[in-house]
């Protein structure tokens, strides 16, 4: 499963994507990949370039620049026909079909349960960079009733080996799983879809845009509350 391309806004969208690359915060302290990704997960951040420039121009120093909530949901709904899932079974909308992930969770049910399926790869950094970020929203949120479900294609091995590295508390880790993604159409990554008590889809958007988290924390705290 190849990485899909990040769907991002503005001054984001010429940064590649590079593990190697650095990033600098407003005191000029030097931020690597890891490091500024968690703050960009975070939905408090964004990505610039020094003086103004396009990020990815060859000379110019990458920002990390701390951006208003506001402005964050304003740009969420300015991108969000670009990054909704618009077909397949995990439109926003529809019902979602959990006889998929039935046989991996066994004896499990989901009945009455509000569902987050997380699609990631071991090779894709943005996937794994804002596990740090979903693991802390998870313990803010701190329902029984999110189950949340860590879907990858990777052999369990490679999984449980960058899990290590990068741990998510997920309620459910379902690896080797090209069959359930195959299934939910799923042919790239990250992806986060977010279904209801009844199972009606309420969040289903692809890739690794900083204003993605914050719509989806926002999304999780409604369908819990109803």
């Not at 503005?10 to 590079?18: E, I, P, R």
């Not at 690597?32 to 975070?42: E, R, T």
């Not at 949901?73 to 998929?100: F, H, N, S």
């Amino acid at each position: 499963m190849a990485q899909m391309p990040l769907p991002m806004q503005g001054s984001m969208a010429a940064v590649k994507m590079d593990t190697n690359n650095v990033a600098y915060d407003e005191k000029g302290n030097e931020l690597h990949y890891y490091q500024y990704m968690k703050l960009v997960g975070s939905g408090e951040y964004t990505l610039r370039g020094s003086g103004g420039a396009l990020p990815g121009t060859p000379g110019v120093k990458l920002m990390v620049v701390k951006m208003p909530a506001e402005q964050m949901a304003q740009m969420y709904e300015m991108v969000k026909a670009m990054i909704t899932i618009k077909a397949g079974p995990l439109r926003e909308g529809d019902i979602m079909d959990v006889k998929p992930m039935m046989k991996a969770l066994k004896n499990e049910t989901l009945d009455r349960k509000a569902v987050l399926l997380i699609f990631w790869g071991v090779n894709c950094p943005p996937c794994t960079s804002v596990f740090g970020n979903l693991n802390e929203l998870f313990k803010e949120i701190n329902d029984p009733e999110l189950v949340t479900i860590a879907i990858s294609n990777d052999y369990k091995s490679d999984a449980a080996e960058q899990l290590k590295k990068t741990p998510l508390n997920a309620t459910y880790l379902l690896n080797d799983a090209s069959r359930i993604s195959g299934a939910y159409g799923m042919d790239g990554y990250p992806v986060y879809v977010l279904a209801d008590k009844d199972h009606n889809v309420k969040f289903a958007v692809r890739g690794g845009s900083p204003i993605v988290l914050p719509a989806l924390k926002k999304t999780i705290k409604e369908v819990l509350s109803k």
